[in-house]
């Protein structure tokens, strides 16, 4: 940069900042009249004795007062970060819940497929054919015992027989 440009800039910001203090000390001066102006007047009332020691202990109270502020709003933030953890976990569990159920819902599909392959596979089984004829001589839905694949048959599975020309359709519910 040019000197003299630089100079002049100098000149100006010294020249504010003189301007701005002499501003500043009238300022200060007009203060300090005014505080002992007000404290000379206090010292004559009659029960200003009684109230000066609460009066010196404003600072204190303010300074206690901007520490609770404080204190308050880090407890606002710490609540607000805890309702947000508090959400993200809900949300965790509500997925976690659903896939859950819907691997539920595909086991049971599978076992319930793996049933309906054995029953039509079966063909010849006596129990399943002998509870599916009665059943439907009757016209209703009748409980037997269905094997599991496990050894063991499942008990209480409900089946509707509906007969069609010599062939059978068979659901389990």
């Known amino acids: 940069m040019d000197a003299p440009l630089l100079a002049t800039r100098a000149s100006l910001a010294l020249s504010s900042l ?37 009066l010196q202990m404003i600072p204190t109270y303010t300074a206690k007062l901007s520490r609770l502020r404080r204190a308050m709003v880090l407890q606002q933030q710490e609540v607000e970060s805890l309702k947000r953890r508090a959400l993200e976990a809900g949300k965790r569990r509500r997925e976690h819940l659903k896939k859950l159920r819907e691997r539920e819902r595909e086991e049971g599909e599978k076992d319930r497929g793996v049933l309906r392959a054995r029953v039509v596979g079966e063909g010849s089984s006596q129990t399943l054919e002998e509870g599916a004829e009665s059943g439907a001589e009757e016209g209703r839905a009748t409980p037997v015992s269905v094997p599991s694949g496990r050894g063991t048959p499942v008990q209480g599975a409900v089946k509707v027989v509906k007969k069609r020309k010599k062939a059978r359709k068979v659901e389990i519910q």
Do not use: F
């Open 18 to 54: 003189t301007s701005q203090l002499a501003h500043l000390e009238s300022q200060q001066s007009a203060l300090l009249t005014s505080l002992s102006l007000t404290s000379s007047t206090l010292s004559n009332l009659p029960n200003y004795n009684a109230i000066a020691p609460t």
